[in-house]
C-alpha cells in the first residue's frame, strides 16, 4: 500500500453499473432533501414560535445547524463521487475545496455526535438535579462554541492528510496517511480515534446517562408533583414512558445508524488491504456510510414526534393554511356571510404540566 489511501466518503466507483449510480442518486437526493426539510422545520420552530422556547432549545438549534451541513457538505459530496467516479478539481483550489469539503464533513458529523451528547447531558440534569440551574453549562454562549471548537481541534488532522492527486487529466482526492509515520498504523490510529471519540465514548455516555434517567423515573414521582387525584397520576406516569421512549429512540437511532460505518472503520483499521481486496467493498462503504448519513435525517424528526411542543407547533402550522383555505371556501359559498366556529376556553396549565413540560 502507498502513501494514499481510500477517500473516507466513497470509494472509486469505476465501472459500477449503471442501475447502481441511478439508485444511490435517488437514495441520496430523497436523503438530502428530508434532512433539509426537518432540519430547517427544527429551526424555525425554535426560533419563530416563542412558545417552543425553553432552556434547552438551542442545544436543539445547534443539532439540527450540525445535521444540516452534514445535507449540505457531506451528503452532495459523497453523491458527487458515485455519480463522477471520485473525479475532483485539481489545482492549488481544488485541494483546498477538498480539505474545506472533508473537514467540514467531520467536523459537522462530530458536533452533531457531540450535540446528542450534551442533550443527554441536560436531560440528566433536569431530572436528577431539578433544582439546579446549571447556569454555566446551559449557558448557550459557553457549550455551542466548546462543541463546534473542541470538533474541529479534534478532526484538524484531515487539513493535514487530504490531497488532491492528478493522473493526466483526472484529479482525485487522496489520503495521505503517511504524513503522520508508517500508512498502515497512521491509518489504523485515525480510524480507532475517530470511532473511539465520535461514536463509543458518546454512544457510553449516552447509554448511561439515558439508562440513569429511565430508572429514576420509574423509581420516583417527579419532583413538585402532588398526586391527589388519579387523573394526575395517569397524567405523569403518561409522561414518564413519553420521555423514557425518546430517550431510548435517540440513543438507538444513533447506536444502529452509526454502527455500520464504524464496524467498517475498524474493519479498515485492523486491515486495510484485506478488506479492500473484496469485489463488494465499494458497495458496502457507501451503504455504511449511508446509514450513518441517514442519522441526519431522523434526529429532527423524532425531536418533532416526541418534543409535545414541537409536534403541537407542527400540526398547527399545517391544519392553520388549510382551515384557512377551508374557511375562505365557506365564505365564498355563502356570499360573504361568515360563521365563526365556537371558541373553546381553555384554562391555566395545571401544576403537573408546568412541572413536566420543560422535559
Same mark, same amino acid.
Given at each position: ?82 455519480? =463522477? ?28 455526535? /457531540? ?12 431530572? +436528577?438535579?431539578? =433544582?439546579?440551574? /446549571? ?32 493522473? &493526466? ?19 489504523? &490510529? ?28 420509574? +423509581? ?60 463488494? /467493498? ?9 446509514? &450513518? ?53 381553555? &384554562? ?12
Amino acid at each position: 500500500m502507498n502513501g494514499s489511501d481510500l477517500p473516507t466518503t466513497a470509494n472509486s466507483t469505476t465501472g459500477e453499473p449503471k442501475g447502481w449510480k441511478t439508485a444511490a442518486g435517488i437514495l441520496y437526493t430523497i436523503t438530502i432533501s428530508l434532512a433539509l426539510v426537518g432540519n430547517i422545520l427544527v429551526i424555525y420552530i425554535l426560533y419563530k414560535r416563542p412558545e417552543t422556547r425553553r432552556l434547552t432549545s438551542f442545544m436543539y438549534v445547534n443539532l439540527a445547524v450540525a445535521d444540516l451541513l452534514v445535507a449540505v457538505v457531506v451528503m452532495p459530496q459523497t453523491l458527487q463521487a458515485i455519480l =463522477m467516479d471520485d473525479e475532483w478539481l485539481g489545482g492549488k483550489f481544488g485541494e483546498f475545496l477538498a480539505k474545506f469539503v472533508i473537514f467540514t464533513f467531520f467536523v459537522a458529523l462530530t458536533a452533531s455526535v /457531540f450535540s446528542l451528547t450534551a442533550i443527554a447531558f441536560d436531560s440528566f440534569f433536569s431530572i +436528577a438535579y431539578p =433544582m439546579n440551574e /446549571f447556569s454555566h453549562f446551559r449557558n448557550k454562549s459557553i457549550l455551542v462554541p466548546c462543541i463546534w471548537l473542541s470538533a474541529m481541534c479534534l478532526m484538524a488532522p484531515w487539513l493535514v492528510i487530504v490531497t488532491v492527486s492528478e493522473d &493526466g487529466s483526472t484529479s482525485r482526492i487522496d489520503y495521505k496517511f503517511s504524513q503522520f509515520g508508517e500508512t498502515q498504523k497512521s491509518l489504523r &490510529g485515525v480510524y480507532l480515534f475517530i470511532v473511539i471519540t465520535i461514536y463509543v465514548l458518546p454512544l457510553a455516555t449516552i447509554s448511561f446517562l439515558y439508562g440513569y434517567i429511565c430508572q429514576k423515573l420509574r +423509581a420516583h414521582t417527579l419532583p413538585g408533583v402532588s398526586l391527589k387525584h388519579d387523573k394526575a397520576r395517569l397524567r405523569v406516569n403518561k409522561t414518564k414512558r413519553q420521555v423514557i421512549r425518546m430517550s431510548i429512540s435517540i440513543a438507538v437511532a444513533f447506536a444502529l445508524c452509526w454502527l455500520p460505518t464504524h464496524v467498517f472503520h475498524v474493519m479498515i483499521a485492523i486491515n486495510y488491504e484485506w478488506v479492500s481486496s473484496f469485489q463488494a /467493498f465499494p458497495y458496502v462503504m457507501l451503504v455504511c456510510l449511508w446509514c &450513518g448519513h441517514a442519522n441526519s435525517v431522523i434526529n429532527p424528526w423524532l425531536l418533532i414526534y416526541f418534543k409535545k411542543r414541537f409536534r403541537a407547533v407542527f400540526q398547527r402550522m399545517i391544519t392553520r393554511p388549510l382551515s384557512r383555505v377551508s374557511f375562505a371556501s365557506s365564505r365564498r359559498a355563502n356570499n360573504g356571510t361568515i360563521s365563526r366556529p365556537p371558541q373553546r376556553s381553555t &384554562g391555566p396549565p395545571t401544576d403537573v404540566y408546568q412541572c413536566i413540560s420543560a422535559v
